[in-house]
Nanobody, 124 residues
Framework: QVQLAESGGGSVQAGGSLRLSCVAS????????MGWFRQGPGKEREFVAG????????RYADSVKGRFTISRDNAKNSVLLQMNSLKPEDTAVYYC?????????????????WGQGTQVTVSS
């Protein structure tokens, strides 16, 4: 399993933007389907976005479609999540996850490696 580390979280006002980064160490992200999940206060962890092994396919939760963009750079062993038009309901700890098989999945148990998470707080 690769080790994942997220960064880029912070506090912003509603309507603002943040870019989250997930960098892998101890292995390569090539061949891994990648996902971003989030867990808000008192809520279960939920799927946010996923990207296929080549970056040619993506999938988003309905709540973030049109506002968030996931991308990957296999040469840099990293995955990004660009978040625009942020809303207070986007407040959560955001996690990067890796799945060493083809196919974007939305269930957290389908991912093998997880980062520690980065906090995103959006104020109204």
């Amino acid at each position: 399993q690769v080790q994942l580390a997220e960064s880029g979280g912070g506090s912003v006002q509603a309507g603002g933007s943040l870019r989250l980064s997930c960098v892998a160490s101890g292995g390569t992200l090539s061949g891994n389907t990648m996902g971003w999940f989030r867990q808000g206060p008192g809520k279960e962890r939920e799927f946010v976005a996923g990207i296929g092994v080549t970056g040619g396919s993506t999938r988003y939760a309905d709540s973030v479609k049109g506002r968030f963009t996931i991308s990957r750079d296999n040469a840099k062993n990293s995955v990004l999540l660009q978040m625009n038009s942020l809303k207070p309901e986007d407040t959560a700890v955001y996690y990067c996850a890796a799945r060493p098989t083809v196919g974007i999945c939305t269930r957290s148990y389908q991912y093998d490696s997880w980062g520690q998470g980065t906090q995103v707080t959006v104020s109204s």
